[in-house]
């Protein structure tokens, strides 16, 4: 079982960075693909940015490419979210997944099978 918990969110200014991390319980974590999801208000949640267990695949949605960027630790069993360059439509509250097939790089929110609880990040104008 894998138990995900996100923090470092909050609020910026438009230009400003924050970072997020990921930590998991598990030991399995590390064969486990992670995504960072996020869900504005009244809007879907999508697929923000993924990993794969082994860090050889990454991928970003088209509007945080070149401002986000996705390491992993798997010794300390933890996933980061670096975000640069913040606007305001990145507000939104963010989750961690974990993908059972170890690619993380899906986009379809129903394949992650466990979830952390979300913090929200603000970017004011």
């Known amino acids: 079982q894998v138990q995900l918990v996100e923090s470092g969110g909050g609020s910026v200014q438009a230009g400003g960075s924050l970072g997020l991390s990921c930590a998991a319980s598990?030991?399995?974590?590390?064969?486990?693909?992670v995504a960072w999801f996020r869900q504005a208000k009244g809007k879907e949640r999508e697929f923000v940015a993924g990993?794969?267990?082994?860090?050889?695949?990454?991928d970003y949605t088209d509007s945080v490419k070149g401002r986000f960027h996705i390491p992993r630790d798997n010794a300390k069993n933890t996933v980061y979210l670096q975000m640069d360059s913040l606007k305001p439509e990145d507000t939104a509250v963010y989750y961690c997944a974990a993908d059972p097939s170890g690619r993380g790089t899906r986009l379809a929110a129903g394949m992650y099978n466990h979830w952390g609880q979300g913090t929200q990040v603000t970017v004011s104008s």
């Open positions: 598990g030991r399995t974590f590390r064969n486990y693909g």
């Open positions: 990993i794969s267990w082994d860090s050889r695949s990454v």
